[in-house]
């Protein structure tokens, strides 16, 4: 039977594991669709509603199973819709590779319909972008594509002008070097261990730490049993960054959970009173949040070298697997009899959870968005896939829904796009049937790539969407507000109706807009068999604040409610409310400053009705500690998307 380029193609691709395709048929790239229908049973193409969701399912594919994940796209505007899924698998290490079309070779670069050079176009997203000169050429460089884009965790991408994917074989005279099939599909990951000098000089940092506290990110997701030993043997808290989140469950005792923006706020203590820092496999980004510089020695175990010290001065960097690295680093470490600096964070955990809990208990009115994430927490199973999206939800899903189990959370991380987690959840679905599936997102992200309910549908994936609608690109709202001290502008979202597109598209949908309703809403949508969106009305003037006052944003909040931001006396009662009143109380300090006259009788009427009013705030230590780290310590801000989500 004769082949042709695109066979050759599709072939390669599959011997490289790849199963599934998520793309969008055009012109450019009819070829291969053909390659791909003959090869049907054996390969699964996903149709999209938009090629950048095939490229986030494809990074999302990877993140799930820690397999190649591979995207499809014709020329010019199917492989520019490409590119922000693309970046988000760069920026997060994911494995994928990127298929694209070309015009007809002898017609490229002369400004024939859609001549967009995507191998130059791609050349900073992908380490590896070549264009196929013919058939023969077309083994090799898929190979190669294939073997980077694995070993080196990252995108690789190849473009193959459109008569070339009808080229046949026999056709395409190799070059003398070329010898056909003198590729090797042999899929080696080499897991390094550190050598023993970095092995030892970690050890013996580590051992000398009287208060340690371990940093634990996407890198240490499958090394949860070696994680604990290590961090039980030397009595530190694990911190997780948001990519690290299912690295160890969030009731684990050695836990205390995220940090950043979106963290709690004994993790922020433990950084802040720790005098050494074991990072594993985390390149979390905000500075801030870690220890000051002097502060803490370092010791990172990271499998990229590139990332050694990105963050942190450490003064150690061990190359090499985490789940590896700290088998060997738990045979020589000496069990810190000292627990006091566990125990402090331990005590702290309890009073942070105790906050968020009685928080979420007690809103009344209008559904708080801690409370709509509260009602999902219990309702996931133990192995539930769940995505994340961009916004003021990530922060909300982040701390307000505990890691379980085998439950797995993924979402985009360094990139921190929106409108990613219903493309993750199709691929979660999609790679492991039977596992309940929820994506978490705002309405802004939701509404980006729409489409893709009709991706939803025509699979049947029974995934179920919640929707925290705010009306509003709420996380910008607050930054505008919070980082800058300026007025809201142009947040405002124009509200849809998603109950009623969901059910257009063929989605059960659920509504709900009140704490009464809500676990009642999720219920329904949980238990439906096939696809299920609850649209979660919450309240818009609930901010999410850092876990601890943070001097500047205090003082830029009551800037720009005083210039009368729009909804101002409703965001002060919100911050009169709990938790914000407690996180906006610094240490030993009140937040009645800030929240004026006005908020400060609702505090008054939320003591009288009973509602939460803890401050978890380990009193003494914080007297004792007062001088160190001062409340009016101001952290330096200098953009707003650079200071989002901690992630
Ligand atoms: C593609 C993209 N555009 C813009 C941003 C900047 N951004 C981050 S969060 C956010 C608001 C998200 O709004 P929504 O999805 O409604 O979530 P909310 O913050 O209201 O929970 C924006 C605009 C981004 N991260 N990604
Ligand atoms: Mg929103």
């Not at 009344?364 to 896939?385: H, M, Q, T, V, Y």
């Amino acid at each position: 039977m004769s082949r042709n380029g695109s066979d050759v193609l599709i072939d390669c691709l599959m011997a490289w594991g790849v199963d599934t395709i998520f793309g969008l048929p055009g012109d450019g790239i009819n070829g291969l669709m053909e390659a791909i229908r003959k090869r049907e049973g054996q390969l699964r193409f996903i149709q999209v509603r938009h090629e950048e969701s095939a490229a986030l399912m494809a990074c999302a594919h990877s993140k799930w199973t820690g397999r190649i994940g591979c995207c499809l796209a014709t020329t010019g505007p199917g492989g520019i819709h490409l590119l922000n899924g693309l970046y988000d698998a760069k920026f997060d290490k994911a494995s994928v590779i990127a298929i694209t079309g070309l015009p007809y070779h002898d017609l490229i670069d002369t400004f024939t319909q859609q001549d967009v050079d995507l191998p130059k176009l791609f050349s900073d997203v992908a380490a590896y972008s070549t264009r196929i000169m013919s058939a023969a050429h077309v083994e090799n460089a898929v190979s190669l594509a294939c073997r980077i884009a694995c070993a080196q965790h990252t995108v690789a991408h190849v473009a193959i002008p459109t008569d070339v994917q009808e080229e046949e074989v026999g056709a395409a005279e190799p070059s003398m070097r070329n010898v056909q099939h003198h590729v090797s599909f042999a899929h080696q990951e080499g897991e390094r261990v550190p050598e023993e000098p970095e092995l030892a000089r970690a050890i013996e940092i580590l051992n000398r730490g009287k208060r340690v506290a371990i940093l634990a990110g996407h890198g240490a997701l499958h090394a949860r049993d070696e994680l604990i030993e290590v961090a039980e043997l030397l009595g530190a808290p694990i911190v997780k960054a948001l990519l690290g989140k299912a690295a160890v469950p969030d009731d684990h005792p050695l836990c205390i959970g995220g940090i950043g923006l979106l963290g709690t706020r004994p993790s922020q203590e433990a950084f802040e009173e720790c005098d050494t820092l074991l990072i594993v496999g985390s390149t979390f980004p905000y500075v801030e949040y870690y220890p000051k510089p002097g502060q803490a020695r370092g010791v990172q175990i990271d499998r990229d070298p590139s990332r050694i010290g990105l963050r942190f001065p450490v003064e150690v960097g061990l190359v090499g697997d985490a789940r590896k690295t700290l088998a060997r680093l738990a045979q020589r470490l000496k069990a810190h009899a000292d627990r006091g600096f566990l125990e402090r964070s331990q005590r702290r955990k309890h009073e942070w959870q105790a906050l968020l809990e009685t928080s979420a208990r007690n809103a009344a009115g209008r559904l708080a968005p801690g409370r709509l994430a509260r009602e999902l927490a219990p309702r996931l199973k133990d192995d539930a896939l769940i995505a994340w999206d961009s916004g003021h939800n990530t922060g909300v899903l982040a701390r307000y829904v505990p890691a379980r189990g085998s439950q797995q959370f993924a979402g985009s991380g360094m990139l921190a796009t929106m409108a990613c987690s219903v493309p993750y959840a199709i691929a979660a679905a999609l790679a492991f049937p039977g596992r309940q599936v929820v994506a978490f997102t705002g309405d802004g992200g939701l509404s980006m790539l729409l489409g893709e309910l009709a991706t939803v549908v025509r699979y049947k994936l029974p995934i179920k969407i919640v929707v925290m609608k705010n009306n509003s690109l709420g996380q910008i709202k607050w930054e505008q507000l919070m980082f800058l001290g300026n007025r809201e502008y142009e947040c405002d979202l124009t509200p849809i109706d998603f109950a009623r597109a969901a059910e257009a598209f063929g989605i059960r949908a659920f509504r709900t807009d009140s704490p009464d309703s809500c676990g009642a809403a999720l219920d329904s949508a949980l238990a439906h068999d096939g696809p299920a969106l609850v649209e979660a009305t919450v309240d818009p003037h609930e901010p999410l604040l850092p876990a601890k006052r943070i001097e500047k944003f205090a003082q830029n909040l009551q800037k720009a409610l005083d210039q009368g931001t729009r909804d101002a006396e409703e965001i002060r009662a919100a911050l009169a409310r709990e938790p914000s009143r407690t996180q906006l109380s610094g240490d030993g300090r009140s937040g009645e400053q800030l929240i004026g006259a006005e908020g400060t009788e609702r505090v008054g009427e939320a003591r009288r009705s009973g509602e939460a009013m803890t401050r978890p705030v380990d009193e003494e230590l914080d007297a004792s500690l007062a001088s160190t780290f001062p409340a009016s310590d101001p952290v330096s801000h200098s953009t707003t998307e650079g200071h989002r989500a901690g992630r």
